[in-house]
């Protein structure tokens, strides 16, 4: 997922995405060890979305303390 599209999301959508891709990470583990899982760099993607949405959530949640 492109940070651009995560920066126009509110904070509710961004951790509804981080919930799901939290549960897609957990399945994705599971199926890579009863050696089922077909893509294997989808972990890596998955674990890059949730720390880019993790950051916009931090950066949002600073942004103000940061003005005044």
Known sequence: MK???????TDAELESTHDELTTELMNLRFQ???KQLSNPARIR???KDIARIKTILWERKRAPHDEG
């Not at 940070?3 to 999301?9: C, K, R, Y």
């Open 32 to 34: 890579l060890r009863m």
């Open 3 to 9: 940070s651009n599209v995560l920066q126009q999301m």
């Open 45 to 47: 993607q998955v674990r």
